[in-house]
C-alpha cells in the first residue's frame, strides 16, 4: 500500500517491455513508455492487416478505414465528446494549437483583440498564439501564478476583459503539476465571451477529462504521453466552432470537390486532415486508450498521487533541496539542490539508473518567473513504484553529498 491511501498501487510494469529491471523511468511528462498492447496492435496493423483508408473499395482497405474511424470513435468517448466528428486527428498537441491559432483566428480574431495565456504555459501554447496575434495586430496577456505555482484564477477575472476573444490554458503544467480548475478557467472565458483551449497533454494521462462537462471549446493532446505512438495526437473542437473555420492544409481528403474554378471543402473533421492520415497512430492510440480505461483514470491518479507525496516528503528531507510548485500536483514533481545545476542532478541521477529531465522544459517564460535557467523534475506514470522514488531519492542524496 502506498503511503495513507486507501487505494492498491498499480503494478504493472511487467506491461512495459522498454522498461528494464532496476531502472526508475522518470519522465513521463516527456513522453511516456509504451505497453506491449500497443506495440502489438501497431506491429499487427502494419504487419497483418495494413493499407490505406478512405480510398481504397477492396476489403482490406474498407476494413481499415473501419478500424480508423473506430479510433475516432474510442477517442470521442474517452473525453466525453458529443460526437467523434469532434476529434480532428493530427500530429501532436502542437500541431492542435497551432491548428486554431491559425484556422480559428483567421476569422475570429482582430486588430485589437487580446488573447489570454497564463505563465506557466509550454512554448506551444504560447508561441503560435504570438505567431497569430502578429498577424493580426491583436495583443496577449499573461495571467500571474499563485505563490505555489497555479495559474492564479482570482487574477484572470480581474484581468479579462471583452476584448479577450481567446483564453489558452495548460490544464496540468509539465513543469509543476498544477492542477487547472478548468470549470472555473471556462466561466471566466465565457463570461465575456471568450472561447477557451486547453491543453490537455498532462492532464488525459493524470485525470479523467470529459469535454462537454467541462463545456470548453477546444481541448487537445498527443498521443504519445498517453501510452500511445509518438506523430499523432487529438484536437477535439465543439461542432459549431470546427465547422466554421476555414480548413488547414490543402490537399487530399479535406476536399468536397475540386475544380479549376473551385475547390469546395469536406466537413469537420476531414476538412482539417489533408493527405494520407497517420492511421497506424490512430489504431496505436485506440489501443493505448483500451490499456488506459482498463486500469482506470481515478486508480492511476491516486496512484500517481501517492508517489507525488512519497517523493515531495522524501525530497523535503534532503537540506539542499527546494521543491517548486504545489503540494497536490499531479504526476509531477520539479525541484532544485542548492548549487546545483539541474543538468549534473540529472546526470549524477542517471549513473544511478534514474531518469529525470533537467532543462527549461520548454517553458522559458515559467523559468523566468520562478527565477531559475532549468529545474529538475521527476514525472510518474502507470509504471513507477515506490521502488522508483526511493531510487530518486538516494540519487539526490548522492547528488548533495557530492556537491556537498
Ligand atoms: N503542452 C504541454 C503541457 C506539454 O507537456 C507538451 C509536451 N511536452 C506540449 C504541449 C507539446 O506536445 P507535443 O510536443 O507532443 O506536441
Given at each position: 500500500?502506498?503511503?495513507?491511501?486507501?487505494?492498491?498501487?498499480?503494478?504493472?510494469?511487467?506491461?512495459?517491455?522498454?522498461?528494464?529491471?532496476?531502472?526508475?523511468?522518470?519522465?513521463?511528462?516527456?513522453?511516456?513508455?509504451?505497453?506491449?498492447?500497443?506495440?502489438?496492435a501497431i506491429a499487427r496493423a502494419y504487419g497483418e492487416t495494413y493499407a490505406t483508408v478512405h480510398r481504397g473499395v477492396y476489403q482490406r482497405s474498407a476494413d481499415m478505414t473501419l478500424a480508423f474511424e473506430a479510433a475516432r470513435r474510442r477517442v470521442a468517448?474517452?473525453?466525453?465528446?458529443?460526437?467523434?466528428?469532434?476529434?480532428?486527428?493530427?500530429?501532436?498537441?502542437?500541431?492542435?494549437?497551432?491548428?486554431?491559432?491559425?484556422?480559428?483566428?483567421?476569422?475570429?480574431?482582430?486588430?485589437?483583440?487580446?488573447?489570454?495565456?497564463?505563465?506557466?504555459?509550454?512554448?506551444?501554447?504560447i508561441v503560435p498564439w504570438q505567431m497569430a496575434a502578429e498577424r493580426v495586430g491583436a495583443a496577449i496577456d499573461?495571467?500571474?501564478?499563485?505563490?505555489?505555482?497555479?495559474?492564479?484564477?482570482?487574477?484572470?477575472?480581474?484581468?479579462?476583459?471583452?476584448?479577450?476573444?481567446?483564453?489558452?490554458?495548460?490544464?496540468?503544467?509539465?513543469?509543476?503539476?498544477?492542477?487547472?480548475?478548468a470549470e472555473r478557467a471556462v466561466r471566466i472565458a465565457h463570461a465575456v465571451g471568450a472561447k477557451i483551449l486547453i491543453d490537455g497533454c498532462q492532464s488525459v494521462p493524470r485525470l479523467p477529462v470529459d469535454v462537454a462537462a467541462l463545456g470548453c471549446d477546444f481541448y487537445v493532446f498527443s498521443a504519445h504521453k498517453l501510452y500511445g505512438p509518438t506523430g499523432f495526437g487529438?484536437?477535439?473542437?465543439?461542432?459549431?466552432?470546427?465547422?466554421?473555420?476555414?480548413?488547414?492544409?490543402?490537399?487530399?481528403?479535406?476536399?468536397?470537390?475540386?475544380?479549376?474554378?473551385?475547390t469546395t471543402y469536406a466537413?469537420?473533421?476531414?476538412?482539417?486532415?489533408?493527405?494520407?492520415?497517420?492511421?497506424?497512430?490512430?489504431?496505436?492510440?485506440?489501443?493505448?486508450?483500451?490499456?488506459?480505461?482498463?486500469?482506470?483514470?481515478?486508480?492511476?491518479h491516486a496512484h500517481e498521487t501517492a508517489l507525488v507525496t512519497q517523493a515531495r516528503e522524501?525530497?523535503?528531507?534532503?537540506n539542499s533541496v527546494r521543491l517548486l510548485g504545489p503540494e497536490n500536483s499531479a504526476g509531477i514533481v520539479s525541484f532544485m539542490v542548492e548549487g546545483v545545476h539541474p543538468h549534473d542532478v540529472a546526470t549524477i541521477l542517471d549513473e544511478g539508473r534514474v531518469a529525470v529531465r533537467?532543462?527549461?522544459?520548454?517553458?522559458?517564460?515559467?523559468?523566468?518567473?520562478?527565477?531559475?535557467?532549468?529545474?529538475?523534475?521527476?514525472?510518474?506514470?502507470?509504471?513507477?513504484g515506490p521502488a522508483d522514488i526511493d531510487a530518486l531519492v538516494k540519487g539526490v542524496e548522492r547528488v548533495s553529498r557530492i556537491f556537498g
Open positions: 500500500m502506498i503511503l495513507g491511501l486507501d487505494t492498491r498501487p498499480l503494478d504493472v510494469v511487467a506491461d512495459f517491455p522498454a522498461i528494464p529491471d532496476g531502472w526508475a523511468y522518470l519522465d513521463t511528462a516527456a513522453t511516456a513508455q509504451k505497453p506491449q498492447v500497443v506495440v502489438d468517448r474517452f473525453i466525453g465528446a458529443e460526437s467523434e466528428n469532434e476529434v480532428v486527428f493530427v500530429r501532436g498537441a502542437t500541431e492542435a494549437i497551432n491548428l486554431v491559432a491559425q484556422c480559428w483566428a483567421a476569422t475570429q480574431l482582430r486588430a485589437g483583440d487580446r488573447i489570454l495565456l497564463s505563465m506557466l504555459e509550454h512554448h506551444s501554447n499573461v495571467v500571474p501564478l499563485t505563490a505555489d505555482g497555479q495559474i492564479d484564477l482570482g487574477a484572470a477575472e480581474a484581468m479579462i476583459r471583452p476584448e479577450h476573444k481567446l483564453v489558452a490554458f495548460a490544464h496540468v503544467s509539465n513543469v509543476l503539476g498544477s492542477v487547472l480548475d487529438v484536437l477535439w473542437g465543439r461542432a459549431e466552432l470546427l465547422d466554421a473555420m476555414p480548413p488547414w492544409q490543402g490537399g487530399g481528403s479535406m476536399i468536397d470537390k475540386v475544380t479549376w474554378e473551385r466537413p469537420a473533421p476531414g476538412r482539417f486532415e489533408a493527405g494520407t492520415p497517420h492511421v497506424i497512430g490512430a489504431l496505436g492510440l485506440h489501443a493505448a486508450i483500451d490499456y488506459v480505461d482498463a486500469i482506470g483514470l481515478p486508480a492511476i522524501a525530497l523535503r528531507g534532503i533537467a532543462g527549461h522544459h520548454c517553458a522559458q517564460p515559467l523559468m523566468t518567473a520562478l527565477g531559475v535557467e532549468a529545474t529538475a523534475r521527476a514525472s510518474f506514470g502507470v509504471y513507477n
